[in-house]
């Protein structure tokens, strides 16, 4: 089924985009310079599998790879794209490992090891698959749906463009949060690797972590954006950013400073270049999932996981990529994930199959009110406001205690008994 999914995908690149699909990509990427973090991500979560002596091995011979194709590269005068230079060595060992596994390796340990390379290469095919999903939804969906959220968004007193003049104001702190929202899989892989640390020494992987949530929020994402395209604030209000949208294809250049007119809203065409992937705002969606798998590590991975949801909502807002109703539905999105891959885990029982479907009724409920009540929410924000915070708020309640019981309870200690103190012998 993955392999019909990925071999689709090519096709429609193709089709749609004349270009290379998730498959090619991933193939040209042994030889040809790669962006190496993805890679470099998906090496440190196979090595999860590995012993510490073997772990140093792959990194080494990560690196050793690298060095040679750097050495070739600057030989022949080749020009590395985006300028990466780097990246296949990770690739090379992750491919290697698989082989060794196959043909080194049997019973426990083959499948051990096979799990950990699918492990790592799942996160570099998700963010291939990922940015074909984006190309598709450019090319396929002309017109976009942001005066719709546009004026919903009045209902939550328009934060983005709040967010906005608020981050141009702010000198570094906008640098910090550019940083932030680049490496938000900086932050996953870091849990990851903590929830992921036992893995050697007990030869088995936990039931649930945050790469699964992860990989299922970025595969189904992407349908949400086909069926409700939208570019954000700063594309349909804005100026546009990266090279891409502009003024030119605008509604009308009033982001930040200027919240947009109340007026019936209606689609607008626009290029075929910017990806329509603001709703739900996956970023946050990612971010909450952080958040909740970082709540069981030590102090110092809360606090992370914490500072990198709340940096994550204020950039969403503050670079005008999302309006807020985005990041509601982005929140109810990822709750709604966990808990139906947590209950697929667990085994589905009578308040699983509750949560979810009760999650998944209240974003329903959001992308149709979004639609088709926009201007009733504009004009009445002291209603609907409250109701779309209300909303979020019973999935996050239901969320905490649903997830509450199905926590194991440790039973109480029972004190040692005191032994009764003997009588003296005279």
Same mark, same amino acid.
């Given at each position: ?154 209902a939550l007193g328009n934060p983005s463009w709040l967010a906005g003049r608020i981050l141009r104001a702010s000198g570094p702190i906008a640098t910090l949060l550019d940083v932030v929202y680049a490496q938000l899989a900086v932050a996953a892989v870091v849990v990851a690797l903590y929830q992921l640390r036992n893995v050697a020494a007990e030869r088995r992987f936990p039931r649930h972590h945050l790469v699964r949530t992860f990989l299922v929020i970025g595969l189904l994402g992407p349908a949400i954006y086909m069926i409700f395209p939208v570019v ?95 990041? !509601?539905? $982005?929140?109810?999105?990822? @709750?709604?994930?966990?808990?139906? #891959?947590?209950? /697929?885990? &667990?085994?589905?029982? +009578? ?31 002291? !209603?609907? $406001?409250?109701?779309?915070? @209300?909303?979020?708020?019973?999935? #996050?309640?239901? /969320?905490? &205690?649903?997830?509450? +019981? ?21």
């Open positions: 089924m993955a392999l019909g999914f990925l071999i689709m995908l090519e096709i429609v690149a193709r089709r749609y985009g004349g270009v290379p699909g998730p498959m090619t990509n991933q193939v040209r990427e042994v030889i040809f310079a790669p962006k190496p973090g993805p890679l470099y991500a998906g090496m440190a979560l196979m090595m999860v599998v590995l012993t510490w002596r073997q772990r140093f091995i792959a990194a080494g011979a990560a690196i050793g790879i690298d060095v040679v194709f750097v050495l070739v590269r600057w030989a022949v005068g080749a020009k590395a794209p985006e300028g990466h230079f780097f990246g296949n060595g990770a690739l090379w060992v992750l491919l290697g490992c698989a082989v060794i596994a196959i043909t080194r390796r049997t019973g426990r340990e083959r499948v051990l090891l096979l799990k950990g390379v699918g492990l790592g290469l799942l996160l570099v095919a998700g963010r291939k698959i990922g940015d074909t999903w984006l190309l598709i939804t450019s090319k396929t969906r002309p017109a976009v749906l942001d005066p719709y959220l546009a004026t919903a968004d009045h954000g604030p700063i594309f349909a209000y804005g100026p546009g950013t990266s090279g891409t949208g502009g003024v030119q294809w605008a509604v009308a250049n009033l982001w930040p400073h200027t919240p947009p007119p109340i007026h019936t809203p209606h689609p607008v065409p626009y290029d075929a270049i910017t990806p329509r992937n603001c709703m739900p705002s996956l970023h946050t969606a990612w971010a909450t999932a952080i958040f909740i798998h970082s709540r069981k590590g030590p102090r110092i991975l809360r606090f992370a996981g914490a500072f990198w949801l709340i940096a994550t909502l204020s950039a969403t807002l503050g670079f005008g990529y999302h309006y807020g109703v985005d990041l !509601v539905a $982005g929140v109810v999105f990822a @709750l709604t994930i966990e808990a139906a #891959v947590r209950s /697929f885990d &667990r085994g589905w029982d +009578r308040q699983g199959i509750q949560l979810v479907a009760y999650g998944t009724t209240v974003f329903a409920a959001l992308l149709v009110s979004y639609r088709y009540l926009p201007m009733e929410m504009a004009q009445h924000p002291w !209603v609907f $406001g409250p109701l779309l915070i @209300l909303a979020m708020a019973s999935v #996050v309640y239901g /969320f905490v &205690r649903t997830t509450e +019981r199905w926590e194991p309870k440790t039973p109480k200690a029972t004190p040692a008994r005191q032994p009764e103190p003997q009588p003296e012998l005279v």
